[in-house]
């Protein structure tokens, strides 16, 4: 089966933002992350995760993204660029959250942390301040500006991070596990806006992720990473929901509905196919039910 | 730590105005330094060592008598002109902190900055000549003999601060006399109330003691602080001692190199910092 | 020495003192601090602290956390007075000194966010310094609450109760070991996100505005106060005799000022 097709028919003219090819790293305590198998891509508009284990390399790829790591082997290009060597180039066009946010609030107040980048490029204080509100207001905390970063709660630590990630209007927006510390309602709303960023601004959406099960909510495409970095596989959520046995194959524990699913089929040819949520198995099953072998 | 806790209004100004000039020429070198080699990589080392600094000095190993220092860790860390200019944050958040006089923010980056250099100098010189392997006895020498070194620098400011000085000093005390011209030294009754005598009348009399009164000042002041000095530096030196030597076991490659070793890039304009 | 207790002072306060603008408080505590310099008198002294506590408990700063840290640098001072001083009077001076200085800093700290301290510093010092100063401020607050986390599973491994102070000591020790190699990493992540950011020198501070002008007008006119009758008693010896004048009005500033805080 090729995992590789995608439905390009919505991306027909979309712009290949990222490649990564084959890429080879090897850390210091001697770990190696081979991020190979299948070219990663990402175009104009989509929302593209990444899924795997601990230590499959979510974070290492990412890296390679932001330029902060520069492959030994393969190559990586962001925007057409080398991003690790000339990350200068394509900055304002990238957001950035990775996964600790605590480590990425710099500022003293949550203002002057999203006014940050706004100030280095060199916007005027009062531009920088508006871009900063209306960030603020797009999350949901405009009344957290003046609070210092130490006395926040960890769901409003990320949403200050976004904040501070979204107010130069990114092209290219990376997220590091940004659902982490997020309950279900912010979860929910972080959703539904990252969604609005990708349909209306068709901001190119990169995460990293080990939730595989909520993916159908959040990606139009997705990688999955084995441990030691091989891309097992990639696809749409409809294809990854089919492929329990591939998942599987590779160490990777699939979705438990595809699981659910996979294991109905083999015992009943007739089983349906699988369904990406709790409600649309519910209504798959019931039809089954219902119908005659 | 030699943190000078002289307060403020006792040095002369011109004592304490030559420690900020001094120390502000010091910062202005070493900020060009830290410009040059990358100031993306200098600024959060800086922080995050001075941080370390300051939580190591508010966690109470012997409540009240001493608290961890960490200077020559900071210098091992980050090596001597980074030094100074956590020197100076770490003296001027403790002089906002009510730890130490405000005016004496100068001298006192002077002193802490000297002892971090002079650690890291010991230091890196003790493990080249006898490898990193024995790092903590080296680290224990090294942190006693600085501190003795600036122990003696906080003794010699106070004995500029007795020496004979062409002006008086803030006024309250004065700088050549070490003595407090005040009415109390002529009798409360004696001026005032009764009309008091000139000052002049009795500046013969003083100068005849002026100059013993200096060198019992000074001398008392070396007795007391070498008296109670080397107990801290023993206890520092134990505790400087332990954390190298945890360091160099775990992860050798930090000591003198400070972070950067992760296999990141080094992106242009960010040498790596080590020293 | 609890730098944090500080700084959530400084910004969950609401006495008069947190509505005034961070520079009129900077003045202000510059003004007490000429003050301390020229006093030459230790009954003047004695009435400037009276006072100054009195005005601090009028207002309803926390004085059960300020007092300690402003008498911490008396004990410092008593041991440098009883090796320099000359005689008892003139160590009192000196001790009274070291604490008006530190009520005065630290008056201006638990009212005052450090980095609202810290802005007026950074535009005379090299960039690199000032940018360090307010990095250091962040990163006081990750490792502090990372170190009582060490510090904490370190004594629960170890079994450890406030009874065996050798063993707590080395218990200490052993976190502020991992407390080390944390910070470093987490300087790493900061350089990381600075490179991201865009970073290219010059972090700034949002100036506060006051919110009370009246609270500005107050605490200069208050420090200037303090400063003129300082200089007063300083340069007319003849009214030296009047000094414990001083003294007593410290001390009815000081029960004014504790009046006033109660009934608030």
């Known amino acids: ?293 | 730590m030699s943190h000078i806790h002289i307060p403020d209004g006792v040095l002369p100004w011109w004592l304490w105005l030559t420690g900020w000039l001094a120390a502000a020429a010091l910062l202005g070198i070493a900020a060009r330094r830290a410009t040059r080699s990358g100031s993306r990589r200098a600024v959060p080392l800086i922080g995050v060592v001075s941080a370390l600094v300051l939580v190591a000095m508010s966690s109470e190993i012997v409540p009240l008598a001493y608290h961890v220092n960490l200077t020559v860790v900071a210098g091992v860390l980050i090596g001597p002109w980074l030094g100074v200019i956590s020197a100076f944050i770490v003296v001027l958040i403790l002089a906002l902190l009510g730890h130490g006089g405000v005016t004496v923010v100068g001298l006192n980056t002077l002193v802490i900055g000297a002892e971090i250099a002079l650690g890291w100098a010991l230091v890196r010189t003790g493990t080249r000549l006898f490898g990193i392997r024995r790092i903590r006895p080296i680290a224990a020498i090294a942190t006693v003999v600085t501190l003795a070194a600036t122990t003696t620098m906080v003794v010699g400011i106070v004995a500029l601060a007795g020496a004979p000085a062409a002006t008086r000093g803030t006024g309250a005390l004065d700088a050549e006399t070490l003595e407090f011209r005040n009415p109390f030294s002529e009798g409360v009754f004696s001026s005032g109330l009764v009309g008091g005598h000139e000052h002049g009348e009795t500046d013969a009399h003083e100068d005849e003691h002026a100059h013993e009164s200096e060198a019992l000042a000074v001398s008392r002041f070396a007795a007391v602080v070498y008296t109670l000095g080397p107990i801290g530096w023993l206890l520092e030196a134990l505790v400087t001692a332990t954390i190298l030597g945890y360091v160099g076991k775990v992860r050798p490659g930090l000591l003198f190199s400070g972070a950067g070793v992760q296999g990141r890039v080094a992106h242009v304009g960010d040498e790596h910092g080590g020293h | 020495m609890d730098v944090t207790a500080v700084d959530r002072s400084a910004i969950s306060g609401d006495t008069l003192l947190h509505h005034a603008a961070p520079a009129s408080k900077l003045i202000a505590a510059g003004l007490l601090l000429g003050a301390v310099m020229t006093v030459n008198d230790p009954l003047v002294a004695a009435g400037v602290v009276l006072s100054l506590v009195g005005a601090g408990a009028a207002v309803r700063l926390p004085l059960g956390q300020m007092l300690p840290l402003a008498l911490y640098p008396a004990l410092f001072a008593l041991v440098f007075a009883f090796a320099a001083a000359p005689g008892p009077v003139t160590g009192a001076l000196i001790v009274l000194k070291a604490v008006t200085a530190a009520l005065a800093v630290v008056t201006l700290m638990f009212s005052t966010p450090y980095p609202q301290v810290f802005a007026p510093i950074q535009r005379v010092t090299p960039q690199v310094v000032g940018d360090a100063l307010l990095m250091t401020y962040r990163s006081l607050f990750i490792l502090a609450e990372k170190f009582a986390d060490l510090t904490r599973a370190v004594r629960l491994r170890a079994g450890l109760s406030a009874r065996q102070p050798i063993r707590s000591a080395q218990a200490t020790v052993r976190a502020l070991g991992g407390l080390l190699l944390y910070s470093l990493d987490l300087s790493q992540h900061e350089y990381d996100i600075l490179y991201l950011r865009g970073y290219e020198g010059g972090l700034r501070v949002t100036t506060q505005r006051s919110t009370d002008h009246a609270a500005d007008l107050a605490s200069l006119l208050y420090a200037a106060l303090i400063l003129a009758v300082v200089l007063v008693f300083r340069l007319v010896p003849a009214l030296s005799g009047y000094s414990w004048l001083v003294t007593i009005a410290g001390a009815v500033d000081l029960l004014t000022g504790l009046l006033i805080g109660r009934r608030r």
């Open chain 1, 1 to 293: 089966m090729n995992m590789h097709t995608h439905d390009r028919g919505r991306l027909a003219d979309a712009e290949e933002i990222i490649r990564i090819s084959c890429v080879k790293h090897t850390y210091e305590d001697g770990t190696t992350v081979h991020l190979c198998g299948l070219d990663f891509l990402a175009h104009t508009g989509a929302r593209v995760a990444v899924l795997g284990p601990n230590g499959s390399g979510k974070t290492t790829m990412l890296y390679h993204i932001l330029g902060l790591m520069k492959p030994q082997e393969g190559s990586v290009t962001v925007f057409g660029v080398s991003p690790s060597e000339q990350w200068s180039k394509i900055r304002k066009r990238i957001g950035v959250v990775l996964q600790n946010v605590d480590e990425q609030l710099l500022a003293p107040t949550v203002i002057d942390d999203v006014m940050f980048s706004p100030r280095q490029y060199g916007l005027s204080e009062t531009e920088s301040r508006e871009r900063a509100h209306k960030a603020l207001a797009l999350l949901g905390i405009e009344h957290l500006a003046d609070r210092v970063p130490h006395n926040l709660s960890g769901g409003e630590k990320r949403k200050t991070a976004l904040a501070g990630a979204l107010v130069m209007d990114p092209e290219l927006l990376v997220l590091d596990e940004p659902f982490e510390g997020l309950d279900p309602k912010s979860r929910s709303a972080l959703l539904a806006l990252l969604d609005r960023l990708a349909r209306e601004q068709h901001m190119t959406i990169v995460m990293s992720t080990h939730d595989i099960d909520s993916v159908p909510e959040f990606a139009d495409y997705a990688y999955v990473l084995a441990p030691g970095g091989r891309i097992a596989l990639a696809g749409t959520p409809e294809e990854l929901f089919s492929s329990a046995d591939v998942l599987t194959e590779g160490n990777i524990t699939p979705p438990i509905l595809a699981e659910l699913f996979a294991r109905l089929r083999a015992r009943d040819a007739t089983a349906p196919a699988p369904a990406l949520s709790v409600a649309e198995a519910v209504e798959a099953l019931t039809a089954w039910k219902s119908c005659p072998p």
